[in-house]
C-alpha cells in the first residue's frame, strides 16, 4: 500500500483547494485550470462515494478512507505528467486526513498521515464557507460548516502548510488565486 500514497515527482506547482465539502473547490479548480490553461484533477471521493451510495445506499465508512486516497493520488500523479507548469488539484491526501479525523473519532491510518505530510504542494487555497451549503447525496454536514472550516485552517496551521483564504463570490475568489499563484510562477 506504501506505494500506492506516494506522489510522482514532477517539475509542475501544484496547487490545493482546501476545504469543507460545499465550500466551491471544484467550481474554482475548473476556473483556474482554463485560466492557466492547464490541467486539474478531480476529487475521487465524490466519484467513489457517489458509486457507493447509488449501489448501496450508503455513505463513507472507514474502509473507504485508503481506497479514496489510493484513487486520488492515482489521479494526482496521472495528471502532474501532463501538466505543463501548473496543476490543480481539488484535494489531496491532507484533506481525507482531516475528513477521517472529523468523522472517525480522530483516527487517521499511519500511511495515509505519512504521505499526506510528505507529498508536496506549492500552495493551498483554503476555500471559504461564506457560500450557500449545497445539498446533495454525499454532503451532510450543513451545520457544522464553522467547525469544518477551522479544522480545516488549523491543520495547514499545524503543519506548515503555504495557503491563503479564498473568499467572496467566484470572482473574488479567482482574483485572489490568480494574485497568489502568479507569485510563485517563474517570470518569463
Known sequence: MEKNLKQTPSNCLKVVLFGPESSGKTTLSRE?????????????????LQEKWD??????????????????????????LNASKLLFCDTDLLETKVYSEMY???????????????????????????????????????NNRMEMFLAFKKTLIKYKKPYVI??????????????????LLPKN
Not at 483556474?32 to 467513489?48: G, I
Request: include cysteine; charge should be negative; hydrophobic fraction near 35%.
Open 55 to 80: 449501489s448501496v445506499n450508503k455513505i463513507c465508512e472507514l474502509k473507504d478512507i485508503i481506497p479514496i486516497a489510493q484513487g486520488q493520488i492515482k489521479l494526482e500523479n496521472e495528471r502532474s
Open 104 to 142: 472517525f473519532n480522530d483516527y487517521c491510518d499511519p500511511q495515509l498521515e505519512k504521505y499526506a505530510l510528505e507529498n508536496h504542494y506549492d500552495l493551498y487555497l483554503l476555500t471559504d464557507i461564506d457560500i450557500p451549503w449545497v445539498k446533495d447525496d454525499l454532503r451532510d454536514r450543513p
Open 166 to 183: 479564498v473568499s467572496g463570490n467566484l470572482k473574488n475568489r479567482i482574483k485572489i488565486a490568480v494574485f497568489e499563484i502568479d507569485k
Open 32 to 48: 483556474l485550470s482554463n485560466h492557466y490553461k492547464t490541467s486539474w484533477v478531480k476529487e475521487y471521493a465524490r466519484e467513489y
